[in-house]
């Protein structure tokens, strides 16, 4: 347990953190108010996107800021950010960003954020620190942000008339912790991501159910606390248990071992890296966000292991099967991701072979299902062994399940319990949670994005008035430049393809002087629908005419339309397909 | 358990059946071969589209002919079926079609598969011809083909020098049969899909165990047993257990008990109607695979209730809510069902309110989970209460789990198993499942679609030879059209929309006469991009310049090829996106 030790050797960095503090320029508000305000702006509606806005008087406090990945219904999407144009005017009062652990759902939406809000200070723990360096650095703005380090146990951070105290959860990565938030209008609880493990690996402790249990004593109004694995029965399978069960796979495993695992989850790393050690394997990385990981997590004391133990895949000839760990991305099924890569034979380093056993160290995510099992079919053709989560217990979530929930509410015994993080769905069962346990319906409110809760003498109640939050979607290097409109036309081009007809008219006359021309992509085999491309063409011809015979002035744009609706019939009828039709209206 | 005694009445109609039979033209072969030959078209890369082809000498027999629904690479694609190029010139000695049971994923190719093959007699059990016959109408099909009613316990069918009996199984809708198949190479056994119920609803009785066993001491070279639940541990739960669940949750509702299922799903079904009867409520049924299902296996005496108990949903008003149960489709989450209809408040008659319970007594199909839980969230959010499989056991599979599999192998032991059914990790925990019964590895054979097997004297083996199959992609009223290269366009048209560059040139010169026009869909916002639409604009001409000042015969194909590939540099470089870029040329 010496990773244990490591968090005292911090000294308490409040001194600091009140010298990094920003000068709050309005001591004195105009509009002083007794209450307090609690705005979520992501996280509420779906699981990713995680941001919270505490606001007491002049000052606001954000926890967490993070991305969600798109749903099958955004095509060309890469992620989803939080809409944060309700700070737009309220730059000068954000005291700090607190993030309470290093998952892309929590901290993703930094880089893309941070600079519209003014480049305020962040506050975290260390690894997530490091994660969050990371980002910065890939988006050249590591100079521009400050990113402040506290001690859990015992930092305590002013952010104007609130204040901050943490405590340590465990979770599927190290230091994630809760956030205790004091303010004149009421105590607030917010738990992060967290599950109870009495025996973690050995890079995290246990979370500190005694300074939980203090903090509940404080006298606290609401506890916002996560929902993700709210409809799961009993109590979170400890990660310990995980490596009991792994262990005599990889002890008896012939040929490669090849693991595919979060590349977050450092304590399944760390015991994975001890069981080579003990049986004397080696461990090769492949995957980007692995080798990251594992570097960020090793070089700040996070992963502990002798230096020649492991390398990168591109060193993995030479060393025989029996002795290899693969330690992979890819647990999701992702399109590009290292095990995509090998199961597609598209990996330059690995080449699936008889003896191989594949190991999925993961569980799927909700919409992950079916290209997970892409994965696994084409690796078992391969002749891979594959072991995963429904043949044995080879994964544990880093979300409390009912039990744990639970124990967080009795530990925190708060006035008002706000579920937080997951769909609707989760947090509903999660409430159901609450009232299980005494508590009153009124006393547990169910908020989504872009309500306001307002928190005032010790009374919690959700205001008539919320923000319109839109989605901003972030496509290569575009942020929000894709909307509704592109997503319609992504979509109906899809399920149906595009059809450009090709009208040429006389810029006088405003006559046809050739035949319109048909251009499709998507949509049919040219050469085996010659038929249908003609009588296109002569609709498109015959509307043409019709729409501009009857009125003189019709403007272009209605011209479009009408040849566009006349072609959707004749596609409609005879394929029951509707293209986008794009007509397009050249003058000569 | 009225229904049982409903099989004993009806004759064996061995004779009818002889009638039936196609004359066989070629009774002496030129190539007599002493080998049975056995082609699976489909289900064995997939769930879906089962179809499998024995031969033996100049005779066919297919068994089922089923569709399979795309994965999300294929938008548009409403169906995948078998591809049957293979038998184009056999169509005179298919001797017939036998159908195993009523799903779509086994009899949902006939109407599209059945002309091709020349209307080769289909022969099945009562209710599956029932269902058949409806698909039939549907596509006017119902007088060409000829569908056969057989009785399992009795019927012996003779296919040219084959023989056929039936055994009753279990499975999620009524009339399920397993084959066996006798040729003078060798006795074969097809399962069809199946699980042991010996406590089924009121619609089947248990699978005939004796008549299974029976089958199996005649000898039996070759067991096709599908694989679909053969990662699944235990025995697949009863379906009356599930009765037994849903009985106090029916029984205590208050308000409106909104029913999702499977609409072939008879008896949970019946369940729940003799539930209705029992608390005095009543039924009222909302979409039209529901409807159709329901009059189906009601007038064939496979549903019974009081005639005025089931309604349609347009009467539901009036009724007081304790008293209402509604059965609807979607319980995957179709996009145009009822339930998503009532989840997206665009049902008719079902407005969703607080008292409503909403219970979807199914599981997911892989790859349906996020379209699920989106339908859960949305009822959640209008205040229905859910209750779904991760709450408590309200569905069953109808597929057989491990110990089924097993049960199954041990009546028929069979000399050789061959797992169908399934991907190909199904099938293969398949074959783990026979190993560790004792058979030996080279008895269990894993083929995939268009692999042929070939059964010789007792002896069955892989052949070297094997048939190309591809994938027959239905989109609307298209069967076939719809190919690689379309799905592809249609792919890269929702990741990054399309971008169609007009470039007008003078006919005789062949220079530009205009500058180039740029029109894009599902790319970006015209009007925040006008930059980049610009710098494409200069970019097309240049590249149009370039490419025919290089050479004056350059074809067409070449310059729109050239000035797609420098389009494609800007928007790859400025937005990290590739969208399909069509340059149009019109000549003046």
Do not use: W
């Amino acid at each position: 347990m010496e990773m244990n030790s490591k968090y005292h050797k911090y000294p308490s960095r409040r001194k600091d953190f009140t010298q990094l503090q920003r000068p709050i320029s309005h001591r004195i508000s105009e509009h002083l108010s007794q209450s307090a305000k609690v705005i979520p702006l992501g996280g509420l509606n779906e699981v990713g996107k995680n941001m919270m806005v505490f606001e007491y008087d002049r000052d606001i406090v954000i926890i967490d800021m993070g991305l969600q990945f798109p749903d099958m219904n955004m095509p060309g999407v890469d992620y989803i950010i939080p809409d944060t144009s309700y700070l737009d005017d309220k730059k000068n009062r954000i005291r700090g960003i607190i993030i309470t652990h290093g998952h892309l759902d929590h901290i993703g939406g930094i880089p893309y954020l941070i600079e519209r809000l003014g480049f305020p200070p962040i506050f975290t723990a260390k690894l997530t620190a490091g994660f969050i360096k990371k980002q910065l650095e890939e988006f050249g703005l590591s100079r521009r942000v400050r990113v402040n380090i506290f001690d859990p146990d015992k930092a305590i951070l002013r952010f104007g008339r609130m204040e901050a105290k943490f405590f340590r959860v465990n979770h599927s990565i190290p230091d994630a912790v809760g956030v205790l938030l004091k303010t004149p209008a009421g105590n607030m609880v917010h738990t992060g991501d967290f599950k109870f493990d009495e025996t973690p690996a050995r890079d995290q402790r246990p979370a500190d159910l005694q300074k939980i249990a203090a903090i509940g004593a404080e006298g606290i109004t609401a506890l916002f606390s996560e929902s993700t694995n709210a409809l799961e029965k009993g109590k979170t399978m400890s990660e310990t248990q995980i490596g009991a069960n792994l262990e005599p796979i990889i002890a008896n495993a012939k040929g490669r071992m090849i693991i595919a695992s979060f590349s977050s989850l450092i304590g399944r790393i760390q015991q994975i890296l001890d069981m080579a050690v003990k049986f004397k394997k080696k461990v090769f990385l492949s995957g980007r966000s692995m080798h990251d990981s594992v570097e960020i997590a090793h070089s700040l004391g996070y992963l502990n292991y002798p230096s020649h133990l492991v390398k990168d895949i591109s060193s993995l000839a030479g060393t025989p099967d029996k002795d290899v760990i693969i330690m992979t991305t890819g647990s999701q099924g992702e399109e590009f991701s290292s095990l995509t890569r090998i199961a597609d034979k598209e990996h330059q380093h690995v080449k699936i072979k008889h003896g191989d056993t594949v190991l999925i160290s993961a569980s799927p995510i909700i919409g992950n299902e079916r290209a997970i099992s892409n994965v696994i079919n084409k690796l078992a053709k391969l002749g891979a062994n594959i072991i995963y989560d429904r043949i044995m217990d080879v994964h544990t979530s880093g979300h409390g399940c009912q039990e744990d929930l639970k124990m967080m509410i009795d530990l925190i015994k708060p006035k008002y319990l706000i579920p937080i993080h997951g769909e609707y769905f989760m947090r509903q069962a999660h409430k159901n949670l609450g009232l299980e346990m005494g508590m009153k319906d009124e006393n547990i409110i169910l908020i989504e994005n872009g309500d306001i809760l307002e928190i005032n003498n010790g009374r919690v109640h959700k205001s008539n008035a919320r923000i319109n939050l839109r989605e901003v979607l972030i496509d290569g290097y575009g942020v929000g430049d894709v909307g509704a409109q592109i997503l319609f036309e992504r979509n109906q081009m899809a399920e149906n393809g595009v059809v450009i007809v090709l009208i040429t008219i006389n810029k006088k006359t405003r006559k046809l002087i050739a035949d319109p021309e048909i251009i499709s992509r998507g949509f049919v085999l040219f050469k085996t629908s010659e038929e249908l491309i003609e009588s296109l063409k002569k609709e498109a011809a015959s509307a043409y005419k019709t729409i501009t015979k009857k009125r003189g002035d019709i403007k272009r744009g209605e011209i479009k339309h009408y040849i566009a609706s006349q072609l959707t019939k004749i596609t409609d009828k005879s394929l029951d397909r509707t293209p986008l039709i794009v007509p397009v209206i050249v003058e000569v």
